[in-house]
């Protein structure tokens, strides 16, 4: 039930194009969805968070879409540009505490 | 500032080193932790720390041992490691362990046993 299945494990979109990764989870407690992108070699970053309250948020190129009744989300990368791929996680962590949960990544390449 | 450092970048040691991983942040986080992240993985949680006490341990072995000196700093001790320990260790830190709120990551020490 702590488990966050992400898909697909790794992905090849076009420069322009939109890519997008989707994550599901089981675990209703789950309150707080960050999603990270990671270049090799270096730390995780913080992309994008939604809470449950609300069904998208957009930043920028980058929007989270949130379906609570499905217990699903995703993220959309408009736009996508060759300096976007790196790997993306997604995460899960539950009202009131830290632990986060992760998916298992996304490796995702764009083309020219 | 959202910045959380660690030292050193690269690591390399012997199952019978003893050596130390270091993270500091000054962005007045009381929640501090290390993960592991194999090749290809997502980061392992290993330790939590709040308000300076352990507060997590994810059953990890005795040869890996934190410290928690002040709520800027965070260690990590190793002792006697086996080569399926190389792995980027990441520190995080985050405003508070029961909030539930970002967690801010370094850029990790890769490590090497031999």
């Known amino acids: 039930q702590q488990q966050v299945k992400q898909s697909p494990q790794s992905l090849i979109v076009q420069k322009g194009g939109i890519s997008i990764i989707n994550c599901a989870y089981e675990?209703?407690?789950?309150?707080?969805f960050p999603w990270y992108q990671q270049f090799p070699g270096k730390g995780p970053a913080l992309l994008i968070a939604?809470?449950?309250?609300?069904s998208e948020k957009k930043e920028g190129r980058f929007t989270i879409s949130f379906n609570k009744s499905a217990k699903q989300f995703s993220l959309h990368i408009m736009d996508s540009q060759p300096g976007d791929s790196a790997t993306y996680f997604c995460?899960?962590?539950?009202?009131?505490?830290?632990?986060?949960?992760f998916g298992t990544g996304t490796r995702l390449t764009i083309i020219p | 500032d959202t910045e959380v450092t660690q030292t050193p970048k690269h690591l390399v040691m012997g199952m019978t080193n003893k050596k130390s991983l270091k993270c500091e942040q000054h962005?007045?986080?009381?929640?501090m932790y290390w993960y592991k992240q194999k090749a290809k993985k997502p980061p392992e949680l290993m330790f939590v720390?709040?308000?300076?006490?352990?507060?997590i341990n994810e059953s990890v072995p005795s040869r890996f041992s934190p410290e928690c000196p002040n709520s800027s700093l965070l260690n990590l001790h190793l002792h006697a490691l086996q080569p399926e320990d190389s792995a980027l260790y990441l520190c995080a830190s985050s405003q508070d362990l029961f909030m539930t709120d970002t967690q801010y990551f370094g850029p990790g020490t890769r490590l090497t046993v031999l």
């Open positions: 995460a899960a962590s539950p009202f009131g505490n830290e632990k986060l949960t």
């Open positions: 675990n209703t407690a789950f309150d707080y």
């Open positions: 939604i809470r449950p309250d609300v």
């Open positions: 962005m007045g986080h009381r929640a």
């Open positions: 720390y709040s308000y300076e006490k352990l507060s």
